[in-house]
């Protein structure tokens, strides 16, 4: 398990970086937020006002480069969630865990759908409805990987708890 947290780590933490320098044409005074301004416009006014002025390269290449940072950061925070539920005596803490592993991969699968609308919608192929999509994927998103990181960030004390079979403490399994 320790291998797989430094490979899918380090491969999304990588990604992260990347992301972050690619995308920096994409923070503008109207655009703080860069990438995540298009996640949530809700409307064909602020999906315009987002756009204005960005790089059309940019934004798709930014896209690109989320599609394969997907797997890595799923796979690092499912994979630490289901290590951190082991370290929890507590029943509901680590039933808790062992689904918020799996709870990763519905916010990579809303990452994807979010991706393709953002797509779509930089394509000019876009409506109310799909807006609206893009925004609650985002959101959902946000917000499974939020609760994913608290319980990972609450667990941290509990880890040195973790036993292998032989006795020692270890996150190898």
């Known amino acids: 398990m320790k291998t797989r947290l430094i490979v899918f780590g380090s491969l999304a ?31 064909a006014e602020e999906l315009n006002a987002v ?26 925070f499912s994979t630490a969630a289901l290590g ?8 509901g803490m680590h039933y808790a865990g062992k689904s918020l592993s799996k709870a990763v991969y519905v916010a990579g699968a809303l990452d994807l759908i979010e991706n393709k609308f953002m797509l779509d919608s930089f394509a000019g192929s876009f409506s109310d409805f799909t807006l609206m999509l893009t925004n609650w994927c985002a959101g959902a998103k ?23 079979n032989n006795g020692s403490q270890s996150l190898e399994n």
């Not at 756009?51 to 599609?67: E, M, Q, R, S, T």
């Not at 951190?84 to 029943?91: F, L, P, Y």
């Open 13 to 43: 933490a990588l990604f992260f970086f990347i992301l972050r320098v690619q995308g920096a044409n994409l923070i503008t005074e109207a655009t703080p937020l860069g990438i995540v301004n298009l996640e949530f416009a809700s409307t």
């Open 51 to 76: 756009l204005f002025g960005w790089p059309n390269a940019d934004v798709k290449a930014n896209i690109y480069i989320d599609f394969v940072f997907i797997p890595f950061y799923v796979l690092f």
């Open 84 to 91: 951190c539920s082991r370290a929890w005596k507590n029943a």
């Open 142 to 164: 946000f917000l499974l990987l939020l609760v994913v990181i608290l319980y990972i960030v609450i667990s941290l004390p509990f880890i040195s708890s973790i036993k292998t």
